[in-house]
């Protein structure tokens, strides 16, 4: 058999494979996107909503109508001038445009506890009060270097080299990652590197996505 004609049966191959993958896959992220497959170094990611639309929210995020604010109070939709507010769609596009090349991190600012509870699938653990502006803070001045700042002698920071972060905590009434968000601000980070996932862990549960237990 001529190569040709067998690399074009491969691909039609695969094409067919890809095509029932697709198909199978009645519930989509979006019209053009069934699902997100993804790497970040030697880890392999998947995203994707649950078929099963028989499936309940998580335990983990019962609804609740109200809950003491504070601690808990409702997040604006804009947390802060130049801060960009995204939804789940949003969160597909800056994994494959910032995390996948090494340009931006999806951040889990909630506590560890939650962390390992379940995340969105490539999300790294931060706490919010790991970005208290604060002296008494061990974390802060190295954390802000290995996200593009730069000190000055006089103390303040300045981002030549800024990574783009996307922030998420519990939901709309979780004030961690606002937190973390506004101490960003507070040393300096340009607000236009800086996303926020209103919505949360509940809202991610809610419609189906997938749910990574940290190792």
Request: glycine fraction near 8%; hydrophobic fraction near 40%.
């Amino acid at each position: 058999m001529p190569r040709l004609l067998r690399l074009a049966l491969a691909i039609t191959a695969t094409l067919l494979t890809f095509s029932s993958a697709v198909k199978a896959q009645e519930i989509w992220i979006s019209p053009d996107l069934p699902y997100l497959d993804f790497e970040i170094g030697d880890n392999f990611y998947l995203i994707e909503r649950g078929q099963d639309n028989s499936e309940f929210i998580a335990k983990a995020y019962p609804p609740r109508a109200t809950r003491p604010c504070p601690p808990y109070c409702i997040q604006p939709i804009q947390l802060a001038p130049g801060v960009t507010t995204v939804g789940e769609i949003e969160i597909t596009d800056f994994i494959q445009d910032y995390v996948v090349p090494g340009e931006g991190f999806l951040v889990d600012a909630r506590v560890e506890s939650w962390y390992k509870a379940g995340t969105i699938p490539g999300a790294i653990n931060l706490p919010f009060n790991m970005f208290t502006v604060d002296d008494k803070n061990p974390f802060l001045d190295q954390l802000l270097i290995s996200l593009g700042g730069v000190k000055g002698s006089d103390g303040s920071w300045s981002y030549p080299n800024a990574k783009s972060l996307l922030l998420f905590c519990n939901g709309p009434d979780c004030g961690q990652s606002p937190r973390a968000i506004k101490n960003l601000l507070q040393s300096n980070y340009p607000a236009d590197k800086l996303y926020y996932y209103r919505g949360g862990m509940k809202t991610w549960a809610k419609f189906g996505f997938t749910i990574q237990i940290p190792e």
